[in-house]
């Protein structure tokens, strides 16, 4: 009688550790591919949105206008949008403040500025560390899976008393599946990390120089 070697027979026969070690590799890979998905469609908007605000921001267009057109009702502000709505905000209501020094005026915009940046890009990053960990973790997992279900199948060859590789590559077989799935959870989860870090970065070079060409346009106007 010959073992069945297939994979799904190697997985279903497997010991408790095995499977449980599997079954959380899996969940892992599943969870970052939904992640990998929503965080790709997430950057893609980011960046769409950024390209065009800049081209409308820098075509001439009265700020006013701009900040009247973003805060209509119905209209939903997103990345560089939510910084310019936040900065041009805060340095109009500061304006209306006559005692109020025009760096103030300035500084304060650029503060809140700041503060909304940051939290723009804190939502871009908020799901990178679950990327990162499964990335670095899941190889550990599977080989820890495998190294399991080697030591039961040499630990079962002690009841035998004659060893053969029959006996013994079927739990061998199903062990090093689960460093293969720990591979297929971790590499995918690697290279959307290291790919959505760099286009974080990216944004947040591109968010820093919109706030700081804002900055010296509104001190043209609070000194002018």
């Known amino acids: 009688m010959t073992n069945d070697l297939s994979i799904f027979h190697l997985v279903a026969n497997a010991g408790f550790v ?121 190889p550990y997992v599977g080989l820890f899976g495998t190294v399991w279900g080697i030591m039961n199948s040499f630990r079962a060859l002690g009841d035998v008393k004659q060893a053969t590789l029959a006996l013994v590559a079927p739990g061998i077989a199903e062990a090093l599946i689960a460093t293969a799935i720990g591979l297929f959870a971790a590499i995918p989860a690697v290279v959307a990390y290291n790919r959505f870090s760099t286009r974080l970065d990216k944004l947040a070079g591109r968010y820093e120089l919109f706030v700081d060409e804002f900055t010296v346009l509104l001190q043209r106007q609070a000194h002018g």
Request: glycine fraction near 4%; aromatic fraction near 14%; charged fraction near 30%.
């Open 18 to 138: 095995v499977q449980f070690v599997m079954f959380i590799l899996l969940a892992a890979s599943v969870i970052s591919w939904t992640f990998i998905f929503s965080k790709r469609k997430a950057f893609e908007q980011a960046f769409e949105v950024t390209d065009e605000f800049e081209q409308e921001f820098w075509s001439g267009k009265d700020l006013s206008e701009l900040y009247k057109k973003l805060s209509e009702n119905g209209f939903e502000a997103e990345g560089i949008e939510k910084i310019f709505l936040a900065g041009y905000k805060e340095f109009s209501k500061m304006r209306q403040k006559e005692t109020v020094p025009a760096a103030v005026q300035v500084e304060s915009a650029q503060r809140v500025m700041n503060i909304e940046m940051t939290r723009e890009l804190d939502r871009l990053d908020e799901t990178l560390p679950f990327l990162a960990t499964v990335g670095s973790t899941s």
